[in-house]
Protein backbone atom coordinates (compact mmCIF):
# COMPACT_ATOMS: atom_id res chain seq x y z
CA UNK A 1 0.00 0.00 0.00
CA UNK A 2 1.26 3.58 -1.12
CA UNK A 3 1.93 5.30 2.37
CA UNK A 4 3.60 8.10 4.23
CA UNK A 5 4.34 6.76 7.58
CA UNK A 6 5.03 9.49 10.51
CA UNK A 7 6.38 8.48 13.94
CA UNK A 8 5.59 9.53 16.32
CA UNK A 9 1.99 9.86 16.01
CA UNK A 10 1.26 12.26 19.41
CA UNK A 11 4.49 13.31 21.55
CA UNK A 12 4.90 15.12 24.71
CA UNK A 13 8.36 16.92 25.69
CA UNK A 14 9.67 19.21 27.44
CA UNK A 15 11.26 22.62 26.73
CA UNK A 16 15.10 21.60 24.99
CA UNK A 17 14.83 18.20 24.75
CA UNK A 18 16.06 17.48 21.43
CA UNK A 19 13.76 14.97 19.25
CA UNK A 20 12.75 13.93 15.81
CA UNK A 21 9.88 13.12 14.04
CA UNK A 22 10.27 10.55 11.30
CA UNK A 23 9.17 10.22 8.10
CA UNK A 24 9.15 7.45 5.31
CA UNK A 25 7.48 6.65 1.80
CA UNK A 26 7.30 4.28 -0.44
CA UNK A 27 6.15 5.22 -3.58
CA UNK A 28 9.64 6.87 -4.71
CA UNK A 29 8.77 10.20 -4.71
CA UNK A 30 11.72 12.71 -5.75
CA UNK A 31 9.96 15.65 -3.41
CA UNK A 32 9.00 15.15 0.55
CA UNK A 33 8.14 18.71 2.96
CA UNK A 34 6.90 18.83 5.96
CA UNK A 35 4.29 21.28 7.27
CA UNK A 36 2.91 22.33 10.58
CA UNK A 37 -1.02 22.97 11.16
CA UNK A 38 -2.13 25.66 13.77
CA UNK A 39 -5.84 26.62 14.25
CA UNK A 40 -7.04 29.27 11.57
CA UNK A 41 -3.47 29.32 9.83
CA UNK A 42 -4.19 26.56 7.60
CA UNK A 43 -0.87 24.65 6.38
CA UNK A 44 2.42 26.28 7.05
CA UNK A 45 5.36 24.28 4.85
CA UNK A 46 8.52 24.51 6.95
CA UNK A 47 11.07 22.72 5.00
CA UNK A 48 11.01 21.06 1.80
CA UNK A 49 13.51 18.39 -0.57
CA UNK A 50 13.62 17.87 -3.88
CA UNK A 51 15.68 15.28 -3.99
CA UNK A 52 18.26 13.68 -2.04
CA UNK A 53 21.27 15.80 -0.54
CA UNK A 54 18.65 18.84 -1.71
CA UNK A 55 16.93 20.50 0.93
CA UNK A 56 15.61 23.88 1.52
CA UNK A 57 13.18 26.74 3.48
CA UNK A 58 9.94 26.75 3.86
CA UNK A 59 7.71 30.04 5.13
CA UNK A 60 8.52 28.54 8.77
CA UNK A 61 11.96 27.02 9.30
CA UNK A 62 13.18 28.65 12.26
CA UNK A 63 13.86 26.07 14.94
CA UNK A 64 13.96 22.95 12.68
CA UNK A 65 16.02 21.22 10.88
CA UNK A 66 15.82 17.71 8.18
CA UNK A 67 17.96 15.96 6.10
CA UNK A 68 17.67 13.70 3.04
CA UNK A 69 20.27 11.23 2.79
CA UNK A 70 18.00 8.56 1.26
CA UNK A 71 15.40 9.11 -0.98
CA UNK A 72 12.51 7.86 0.93
CA UNK A 73 13.23 9.37 4.47
CA UNK A 74 13.05 12.81 5.62
CA UNK A 75 13.49 13.74 9.22
CA UNK A 76 12.43 16.76 10.99
CA UNK A 77 14.78 17.95 13.62
CA UNK A 78 13.61 20.04 17.01
CA UNK A 79 17.43 20.63 18.31
CA UNK A 80 15.52 22.43 21.51
CA UNK A 81 11.49 22.62 21.18
CA UNK A 82 10.05 25.52 22.42
CA UNK A 83 6.40 25.58 23.32
CA UNK A 84 5.83 27.81 20.53
CA UNK A 85 6.42 24.37 18.38
CA UNK A 86 3.62 22.53 20.06
CA UNK A 87 1.65 22.12 16.85
CA UNK A 88 0.02 19.33 14.14
CA UNK A 89 3.13 18.07 12.08
CA UNK A 90 2.44 16.51 8.27
CA UNK A 91 5.00 14.91 6.21
CA UNK A 92 4.08 14.89 2.54
CA UNK A 93 5.49 13.89 -0.80
CA UNK A 94 5.20 14.10 -4.42
CA UNK A 95 6.13 12.29 -7.48
CA UNK A 96 8.37 14.32 -9.47
CA UNK A 97 9.31 18.21 -9.30
CA UNK A 98 6.25 18.74 -11.93
CA UNK A 99 4.82 21.81 -9.89
CA UNK A 100 1.39 19.58 -10.27
CA UNK A 101 0.82 19.92 -6.22
CA UNK A 102 -0.31 16.30 -5.87
CA UNK A 103 1.03 15.55 -2.12
CA UNK A 104 0.65 12.41 -0.36
CA UNK A 105 0.54 13.27 3.61
CA UNK A 106 1.14 11.26 6.55
CA UNK A 107 -1.48 10.94 8.57
CA UNK A 108 0.25 13.68 11.19
CA UNK A 109 2.47 13.74 14.47
CA UNK A 110 0.75 16.36 17.26
CA UNK A 111 3.71 17.62 19.17
CA UNK A 112 3.11 19.08 22.65
CA UNK A 113 6.33 21.30 24.14
CA UNK A 114 5.74 22.10 28.06
CA UNK B 1 3.61 36.74 -2.46
CA UNK B 2 1.15 34.05 -2.97
CA UNK B 3 -1.86 33.59 -0.60
CA UNK B 4 -5.23 31.51 -0.59
CA UNK B 5 -8.64 32.79 1.24
CA UNK B 6 -10.97 30.63 2.16
CA UNK B 7 -14.48 31.63 4.11
CA UNK B 8 -14.06 31.06 7.70
CA UNK B 9 -16.12 28.23 9.06
CA UNK B 10 -17.68 26.04 10.86
CA UNK B 11 -20.17 25.53 8.12
CA UNK B 12 -23.17 23.83 9.02
CA UNK B 13 -25.57 21.72 6.63
CA UNK B 14 -28.69 19.36 6.60
CA UNK B 15 -28.11 16.21 4.64
CA UNK B 16 -28.74 16.98 1.10
CA UNK B 17 -28.09 20.76 1.00
CA UNK B 18 -25.82 22.88 -1.27
CA UNK B 19 -22.59 23.60 -0.28
CA UNK B 20 -20.38 26.50 -1.64
CA UNK B 21 -17.34 27.40 -0.01
CA UNK B 22 -15.43 29.89 -1.10
CA UNK B 23 -11.92 30.35 -2.36
CA UNK B 24 -10.25 33.37 -3.67
CA UNK B 25 -6.18 33.72 -4.36
CA UNK B 26 -2.95 36.05 -4.99
CA UNK B 27 -0.32 34.61 -6.91
CA UNK B 28 2.02 35.72 -9.45
CA UNK B 29 2.13 33.67 -13.01
CA UNK B 30 -0.39 30.90 -13.85
CA UNK B 31 -1.04 28.86 -10.49
CA UNK B 32 -2.66 25.41 -10.37
CA UNK B 33 -5.50 25.24 -7.76
CA UNK B 34 -6.30 22.55 -5.63
CA UNK B 35 -9.11 21.30 -2.74
CA UNK B 36 -7.50 18.90 -0.72
CA UNK B 37 -10.03 17.37 2.34
CA UNK B 38 -9.02 17.02 6.09
CA UNK B 39 -11.51 13.95 7.82
CA UNK B 40 -10.73 13.65 11.83
CA UNK B 41 -7.91 11.84 12.90
CA UNK B 42 -6.27 12.09 9.19
CA UNK B 43 -4.03 13.44 6.82
CA UNK B 44 -4.66 15.49 3.42
CA UNK B 45 -6.00 14.26 0.67
CA UNK B 46 -6.12 15.83 -2.51
CA UNK B 47 -9.93 16.26 -3.08
CA UNK B 48 -9.73 18.06 -7.10
CA UNK B 49 -7.58 20.23 -8.81
CA UNK B 50 -7.58 22.44 -11.74
CA UNK B 51 -4.14 23.61 -13.59
CA UNK B 52 -5.45 26.18 -16.23
CA UNK B 53 -7.93 29.06 -16.25
CA UNK B 54 -12.03 27.60 -16.86
CA UNK B 55 -10.94 24.36 -16.16
CA UNK B 56 -13.63 22.41 -13.32
CA UNK B 57 -12.28 19.99 -11.50
CA UNK B 58 -14.57 17.45 -10.03
CA UNK B 59 -14.76 14.43 -7.80
CA UNK B 60 -17.00 12.50 -5.28
CA UNK B 61 -19.62 14.85 -6.58
CA UNK B 62 -17.66 17.87 -5.73
CA UNK B 63 -16.90 20.77 -7.95
CA UNK B 64 -14.73 24.01 -8.70
CA UNK B 65 -13.94 25.92 -11.69
CA UNK B 66 -10.38 28.18 -12.07
CA UNK B 67 -11.89 31.55 -12.62
CA UNK B 68 -8.90 33.60 -13.60
CA UNK B 69 -10.94 36.73 -13.70
CA UNK B 70 -12.44 36.88 -10.09
CA UNK B 71 -9.43 35.11 -8.73
CA UNK B 72 -11.39 32.33 -7.46
CA UNK B 73 -12.21 28.47 -6.98
CA UNK B 74 -15.14 28.50 -5.09
CA UNK B 75 -15.69 24.70 -3.86
CA UNK B 76 -19.64 23.33 -4.95
CA UNK B 77 -21.34 20.09 -3.92
CA UNK B 78 -25.21 19.84 -4.98
CA UNK B 79 -26.43 17.37 -1.82
CA UNK B 80 -24.17 17.04 0.91
CA UNK B 81 -23.94 13.94 3.28
CA UNK B 82 -22.94 13.27 6.76
CA UNK B 83 -19.77 11.45 5.62
CA UNK B 84 -18.83 14.79 3.87
CA UNK B 85 -18.24 16.63 7.49
CA UNK B 86 -14.36 17.21 7.68
CA UNK B 87 -12.04 20.11 7.05
CA UNK B 88 -11.55 21.47 3.09
CA UNK B 89 -8.33 23.32 2.37
CA UNK B 90 -7.70 25.44 -0.97
CA UNK B 91 -4.39 25.48 -1.69
CA UNK B 92 -2.64 26.41 -4.78
CA UNK B 93 0.94 25.92 -6.25
CA UNK B 94 3.21 28.68 -8.51
CA UNK B 95 6.58 28.33 -7.04
CA UNK B 96 9.48 26.01 -7.75
CA UNK B 97 8.73 22.77 -7.49
CA UNK B 98 5.46 21.59 -5.66
CA UNK B 99 5.28 23.94 -3.40
CA UNK B 100 1.72 24.51 -1.79
CA UNK B 101 0.15 27.53 -0.40
CA UNK B 102 -2.83 26.57 1.42
CA UNK B 103 -5.67 28.38 2.94
CA UNK B 104 -6.68 28.42 6.59
CA UNK B 105 -9.11 25.73 5.88
CA UNK B 106 -12.96 25.18 6.59
CA UNK B 107 -14.90 23.40 8.46
CA UNK B 108 -18.18 21.49 7.14
CA UNK B 109 -20.17 20.02 9.41
CA UNK B 110 -23.18 17.97 7.90
CA UNK B 111 -26.23 17.09 10.01
CA UNK B 112 -28.81 14.05 9.26
Known amino acids: EAQVTQNPRYLITVTGKKLTVTCSQNMNHEYMSWYRQDPGLGLRQIYY???????DKGDVPEGYKVSRKEKRNFPLILESPSPNQTSLYFC?????????????FGEGSRLTVL | GNSVTQMEGPVTLSEEAFLTINCTYTATGYPSLFWYVQYPGEGLQLLLK?????DKGSNKGFEATYRKETTSFHLEKGSVQVSDSAVYFC???????????FGGGTRLMVKP
Open chain 2, 50 to 54: ATKAD
Open chain 1, 92 to 104: ASSRGQSGTGELF
Open chain 2, 91 to 101: ALSAGAGNMLT
Open chain 1, 49 to 55: SMNVEVT
